[in-house]
């Protein structure tokens, strides 16, 4: 007996929309969207095509109408509802173009729920492009089956997001001059948590004073090698979510 092919296949596209999608209704996509259902994966009227919205969730639909630049879509019925995501927050002092882009879209395929770009005095960068930022997020959610896009928000500067700190809510920072075993402490300190990473530098003497006087501010460490802050804002988020059971 010939087995029945999946449906929709894997090699379905799969696109961020917005605003929200209901069922039965008729989506134009257009602009670079558009260019690459019709233009790089060739869609053809009838041909499936993978929706979700970050509201409620993965949507299935259909080509209704493929013209040069834009094309049709039918929602026609959902597929999952909107995932249940993490309480992580990533903080991140700002790097240099490329590695910040490679810290968003890693932080969106390991989980977390909210990316804080943290100002602190060693940072070499203080501007950002969120944008661009968000767009990496957007690319690598359609990519690794997220329905949920981490918040994006604006950056502050260090002394103002401890003075506003969530008194519930754990930070881990990883400390170069030492602290208890990244995995330790995470599974000690369970529910809403965040993780801070310092710029190339470090952070000075008075951040970190600062930074330890928080009430559920833990140091951590990393392992026994330095680790760019890119590679370190991955292993601490990948150590949480093993911690958490998110793996």
Known sequence: MIATPAWPPQSTPRLFVEPALTEGELRRIDGPQGHYLASVMRLKSGDPVKLFDDATGEWLAVAAEVRKRDVT???REQLRVREAVPDLWLCAAPIKKGRIDWVAEKACELGVARLAPVLTRRAVVDKLNLDRLRTHMIEAAEQCGRTALPELVEPVKLAAMLKDWPAERALFFADETGGAPALEAMRE?????????????????DERDAIRAMPLAVGITL????????????AAVSLWMGAAGDW
């Open 189 to 205: 300190h369970r529910g809403p948590a965040a993780i801070l990473i310092g710029p190339e530098g470090g952070f000075d003497a």
């Open 223 to 234: 392992g026994p090698r330095i680790l760019r802050a890119e590679t370190a804002a991955a």
């Open 73 to 75: 879509l039918e929602v």
